[in-house]
């Protein structure tokens, strides 16, 4: 299904014109964790390079590794790996949106855990209007 759908939808990854034309002459500059590959080449509007991410699997901004959005968007001049200090012990890595899928957060007393909160202690009082 993915080879026959890929010409005509954009969110299963890059399209075959993106792939064949838009990446002609382009240079890529790297591949973060995920698998996602990054390109630069040309000109915008303004007269910048212009940088892009081609999307291993489906196409999601919150996939981009916070150094990575940092070159995307002209915040650093060089890839991350020359430009960003080195990864500390204590950072966690960047995990995408997990929004609708079974890794989401779900707080207690959500639908999706039952429904039920814990009940009020003895420090709540409900508010009534004056009138």
């Known amino acids: 299904m993915g080879i026959n759908l890929n010409p005509f939808t954009w969110w299963n990854g890059a399209s075959w014109g993106t792939m064949l034309y838009g990446l002609r002459g382009m240079k ?4 973060d964790s995920l698998g996602n590959v990054y390109h630069e080449g ?9 940088r892009w991410v081609i999307y291993e699997g489906a196409n999601d901004a919150s996939r981009v590794p916070p150094e990575w959005f940092s070159w995307l968007h002209h915040q650093i001049d060089d890839v991350p790996d020359r430009a960003m200090p080195p990864v ?9 949106n997990m929004t609708g899928t079974p890794l989401a957060y779900r707080p ?7 429904g039920k909160r814990a009940a009020a202690t003895g420090d709540y009082e409900a508010w009534t209007p004056e009138g």
């Open 28 to 31: 890529q500059m790297g591949t």
């Open 42 to 50: 040309g000109k915008d509007g303004s007269g910048r390079v212009r």
């Open 88 to 96: 500390r012990a204590w950072q966690k890595p960047a995990v995408p």
């Open 108 to 114: 207690s007393g959500s639908l999706e855990k039952g």
